[in-house]
């Protein structure tokens, strides 16, 4: 789960990291107040989940709070896209009015898990400010990376390291190292798959500021954090994506037309293996579970049918905790409450295999039974 930019500064004002003052608007007026408030110049930021703001249009310097009403009426409302959004854009509710900073370095401070390493890492680089992924490609060696034992945590050593790494000698080492500190306990303390600070300014002052925030969570881990729970902004999600997590259902837009209802993660990659392989495209990634009920099969189809895209419809079901006959069942109540006659390529194996195919049989809806994956990719090609 992704927050919210003031939300994440608001984090990590309580963990001790510096931010600037800010102010969250949610009209012109209100921001232009707001600007009023700083001191008559401000940075106007829009509030979207997403990266690349600034080239899409969604950060603006103002020098007064009349440049700061028209500004923010522009953003406010409106769609932002970014590389990161797509061609749709996300919705801007709020922005954020922030003081100017008097920058004098921009520097790259981040928390993510590495899959090589199978633990946590905290990535340092000089290069703040930039898209990372490109410094990445571009310039590897300017990406500084500590490996973090879980048990152990981050060692004083190798906060020093990063800091030495990054030029924060003098007055600044000991902040410096505090500020990824206060940074790793945010991110085993809050469960979060992702903490970053992107820019984080040495100002003026001589001071370390995170000048931006960014904070994804862990879904799983959401039951231990029920106020993190209340920072969700169903607006920023794909409609059907935030439907389906609140129905407990694993579920991934995609942009093909073949709807794919399957349980179990791996064997639902393969189905969507075998969808492309038969020259088609997936229209979605969706693990029903193994302990779904009739019901919640049924909230699965209605899901999928709800996709516009969609003009097919693969199930490949491997009976077992969840029996083909329960998926049958609510794959046929799910169709008929939207009353669909999108073609069905099914496929069941397993626990009551032959009582979910007579209920398919006898639904009278437009099915095409596969006993195997080629099978099934063939049936497919034919279901238009």
């Given amino acids: ?24 608007a949610s009209s012109a007026e209100e921001a232009s107040q707001a600007t009023q408030d700083l001191g008559g110049k401000a940075v106007l930021k829009a509030q979207v989940h997403a990266g690349g703001r ?40 709020h922005v954020l009015v922030e003081e100017l900073a008097d920058i004098s370095r921009e520097l790259y401070l981040a928390i993510t898990i590495d899959r090589d390493f199978r633990g946590p890492v905290m990535l340092a680089s000089s290069a703040g400010g930039m898209d990372i992924e490109e410094v990445a490609a571009s310039r590897p060696q300017d990406i500084h990376v500590e490996t973090i034992d879980p048990v152990l945590g981050l060692m004083p050593f190798q906060t020093r390291r990063l800091a030495a ?23 085993t303390e809050l469960d979060c798959s992702l903490v970053e600070i992107n820019p984080m300014i040495i100002n003026s002052q001589d001071e370390l500021v995170a000048l931006d ?25 794909d409609e059907l994506e935030y439907r389906a997590a609140s129905l407990d259902i694993a579920y991934v837009k995609l942009d093909g037309d073949v709807g794919c209802l399957v349980n179990g993660a791996g064997l639902a990659m393969a189905t969507l293996d075998v969808t492309t392989a038969a020259g088609a495209m997936p229209a979605n990634f969706l693990d029903v579970g193994g302990g779904a009920t009739p019901e919640k099969v049924a909230s699965a189809v209605s899901i999928i049918l709800s996709d516009p895209k969609v003009t097919r419809i693969l199930v490949n079901i491997f009976g077992g905790i969840l029996r083909c006959d329960v998926a049958a069942t609510g794959i046929v109540q799910g ?46 090609g034919q279901a238009h």
């Fill in 54 to 93: 600034g080239q899409g249009g969604g950060i603006k310097v103002v020098n007064s709070p009349d440049e700061a009403r028209p500004a923010a009426a522009a953003m406010l409302g409106a769609n932002l896209v970014t590389h990161q959004t797509g061609p749709e854009g996300a919705p801007v509710s």
């Fill in 335 to 380: 169709y008929r409450e939207h009353d669909s006659q999108l073609p069905l390529v099914i496929r069941l194996l397993g626990t009551n295999a032959e009582e979910g195919c007579s209920i398919f049989k006898e639904s009278g809806l437009p099915v095409t039974f596969a006993d195997n994956l080629d099978e099934m990719a063939n049936a497919l």
């Fill in 165 to 187: 790494k990054l030029g924060l000698s003098g007055s600044l080492a000991q902040p410096g190292s505090q500020i990824m500190n206060a940074l790793y306990r945010v991110f």
């Fill in 213 to 237: 925030a960014k904070i994804n969570l862990d879904d799983d881990s959401l039951f231990r954090h029920t106020d993190l729970q209340e920072l969700r902004d169903p607006a920023q999600e």
């Fill in 1 to 24: 789960m992704k927050i919210h930019e003031y939300q994440a500064k608001e984090v990590f004002a309580r963990y001790g990291i510096p931010v600037p003052p800010s102010r969250l």
